[in-house]
């Protein structure tokens, strides 16, 4: 019992693995990856750039570009060069599809973030604390998130989303506003296992390294221990899964406006725009091509770009994935 | 071993008692009702002579009467929103055609995500290894009802070979695995890739190649079998993968699925339906976990369980 005390949780702790704790500084060594994240993160700052800068236009209402003016004489009109508002052609409603697209790109990369931000920040909490502290809380906690993954992402977030939209209607006051909230929340509130479960690894191995048994010994309290020891040699797998959620969270958001339970028009998304194109693009006579083609380039392209970065992350991080050869 | 598989299974009604609550929390505190969503408003008195029938006037008459039919009966009650349905009818119609749907495109996944990452792991940074991994991060880049529509497009509109939408035939159930199937592809590829990768350099291979065995032999026999793990434990993701994005192609396909159910619960909040639906795909991917960790276990027989299970 008395030993029990003394080193907690001994049945938890992992073989050393020095291997498998991704050190910050291989981001340095491996300066080959450097070539994918230099491609995916420009493609990526050239898009948002893009929206951003065109959002006083996407947003004005007199703006032949704002992303809810219905030109009703011109409704499902294909691409036409010379006048650029048209340059992506037109909705069934008459907006300009180039202006939808460039206003959606914002909300789509916005709702990829907040869902980054909050898989972060609630991931990263439970990894440390179920890592770290081990025993009945890791137990807690990991189940916890063994039933979360248990469950078939989509319906967890429709029953997020269902729940907490009214009560934050009443709070925000507008409808739209406490739409978009929920979809942030919603869709956050479901990336943060995987995260959790790789934080947790590496604290588990992390935690019988000499350095922090040296802290644990000269008496520095636990939340000392945290922030100034461990979380630097977390901010690897820390970069490395952000950058992964954000297009899980786009493609998640993609999925909902699809099955109708979304944003609420007429903001648009890039994944709202292609599941409502999907249709008219798809009729064998006289298809609307375009209103499929150009949401679904913007966002595979913005995906593949994420993924890019991610994966290239990944690799400069992990020292292992260098060797292998047969 | 047993001890752990005896734990576990007695976890199950646990966990499942706990996914029950939480579905059964979220769906209550939602706004709206299930009655009176069609075009006539119902009168107070209706309503209210609906919740009795349907005991739920309050949380609290729900829990004490549905819970208990489900354990000792199996019976889910009926549906709120479809009537003269009970939500066994529509299990018992559409669970045959997801789960049919869903093990096939697995299984489409499984071989053609395996082969195509070893492939790509024994072509290291040749135009094998190059063309398997951007078609499998095109995979993961695309929602799949684009998917699902660019294979309408060539496959049916275009050669006539599948029909578009239907069900009944295995025709019909071509195109919608394919679609299904691309995401959990490209992860299994990569997954497999990565792990053939990290064996092969492993001085068991170099041992097994010394000694005089074939190629083929020592990639298939010897490495691949210790590379497969990583991708076995991903089949429980992968088939809650398969089950969520079921819930898009089926509408996409027309297909008669669970998916479409759970969608049109949701929106009508019919309350016995969702829970009944969330219970049973719980069930089935926790019982699939199960199997999964198990089956783990005994391909890798490193693996102390024993510690696990305390």
Same mark, same amino acid.
């Given at each position: 019992m008395t030993n029990q005390i003394r080193n907690p949780k001994p049945e938890l702790s992992p073989k050393p693995e020095t291997n498998s704790v991704i050190r910050a500084s291989g981001l340095i060594r491996h300066s080959g990856f450097g070539f994918r994240i230099s491609i995916g993160g420009s493609i990526l700052a050239f898009l948002l750039g893009l929206c951003l800068v065109t959002l006083p236009w996407t947003l004005h209402a007199s703006s032949n570009f704002y992303y809810d003016r219905q030109h009703t004489d011109s409704a499902l009109l294909p691409p036409q060069g010379h006048t650029p508002w048209m340059w992506f052609g037109t909705s069934k409603l008459g907006q300009s599809l180039l202006g939808q697209c460039l206003a959606g790109g914002v909300i789509s990369l916005t709702i990829g973030l907040a869902a980054a931000a909050i898989s972060v920040a609630l991931g990263v909490t439970v990894g @440390? %604390?179920?890592?770290?502290?081990?025993?009945? +809380?890791?137990? &807690?906690?990991?189940?916890?998130?063994? @039933? %979360?993954?248990?469950?078939?992402?989509?319906? +967890?977030?429709? &029953?997020?989303?269902?729940?907490?939209e009214s009560p934050l209607g009443k709070i925000l006051r507008s409808s739209a506003a406490a739409n978009l909230v929920v979809l942030f929340l919603s869709i956050g509130l479901v990336s943060w296992l995987t995260m959790a479960r790789v934080i947790r690894g590496q604290v588990l191995s992390l935690r019988t390294l000499p350095f922090i048994e040296a802290a644990r010994a000269a008496g520095v309290p636990q939340h000392r221990i945290f922030l100034p020891h461990l979380l630097p040699n977390l901010v690897g797998p820390i970069t490395v899964y952000a950058t992964l959620t954000v297009p899980q969270a786009i493609l998640q958001e993609s999925l909902l406006s699809f099955l109708g339970i979304g944003i609420q028009k007429p903001l648009p998304t890039w994944g709202s725009l292609a599941s409502d194109g999907l249709g008219l693009a798809l009729a064998p006579v006289a298809s609307c091509w375009w209103l499929l083609v150009f949401p679904c380039t913007l966002l595979g392209v913005t995906l593949l770009a994420l993924n890019f970065v991610g994966d290239g992350l990944r690799d400069a991080f992990d020292p292992k994935r260098e060797a292998a050869h047969i | 071993m047993t001890r752990f598989i005896a734990w576990r299974i007695v976890q199950l009604p646990l966990i499942l008692a706990v996914v029950y609550l939480i579905t059964f929390a979220l769906v209550w505190l939602a706004p709206g009702s299930p009655y009176g969503n069609n075009d006539r408003a119902l009168s107070e008195a209706a309503k209210n002579d609906l919740k009795a029938r349907f005991h739920a006037q309050s949380w609290e008459k729900f829990l004490a009467y549905y819970p208990w039919r489900i354990v000792t009966h199996g019976d889910f009650g009926p549906s709120l929103s479809y009537e003269g349905w009970t939500v066994n009818d529509v299990l018992r119609s559409s669970l045959p055609v997801s789960i049919s749907l869903g093990l096939f495109s697995i299984l489409i996944a499984l071989l053609c995500g395996s082969a195509a990452g070893v492939t790509a792991a024994l072509h290291r940074g040749g135009i094998l290894d190059v063309?398997?991994?951007?078609?499998?991060?095109?995979?993961?880049?695309?929602?799949?009802?684009?998917?699902?529509?660019?294979?309408?497009?060539?496959?049916?509109?275009?050669?006539?070979?599948?029909?578009?939408?239907?069900?009944?035939?295995?025709?019909?159930?071509?195109?919608?695995?394919?679609?299904?199937?691309?995401?959990?592809?490209?992860?299994?590829?990569r997954l497999t890739r990565v792990s053939m990768l990290d064996t092969l350099g492993h001085d068991f291979i170099r041992t097994a190649r010394a000694k005089g065995l074939p190629k083929r032999t020592v990639v298939w026999k010897h490495a691949f079998r210790t590379a497969f793990l990583p991708v076995f434990t991903y089949l429980g993701p992968a088939t809650a993968y398969a089950m969520t994005g079921s819930f898009v192609v089926e509408t996409v396909f027309n297909i008669p699925g669970l998916g479409q159910h759970f969608v049109n619960g949701v929106k009508n909040r019919d309350q016995t339906l969702i829970l009944g639906t969330v219970l049973v795909y719980a069930a089935l991917l926790l019982a699939l976990n199960l199997l999964v960790d198990i089956g783990y276990a005994v391909i890798d027989p490193r693996i102390e369980i024993a510690e696990k299970a305390q």
């Open positions: @440390i %604390l179920a890592g770290y502290r081990g025993g009945w +809380l890791d137990s &807690l906690l990991m189940r916890l998130v063994d @039933i %979360l993954y248990a469950l078939p992402y989509i319906l +967890l977030v429709i &029953l997020f989303k269902i729940a907490l | 063309l398997s991994l951007s078609v499998a991060l095109v995979g993961i880049s695309l929602p799949p009802f684009v998917v699902a529509g660019m294979l309408i497009v060539i496959f049916s509109d275009g050669l006539h070979w599948l029909p578009s939408g239907g069900w009944g035939q295995f025709r019909h159930m071509i195109l919608p695995a394919v679609a299904l199937a691309l995401m959990p592809m490209a992860y299994i590829a």
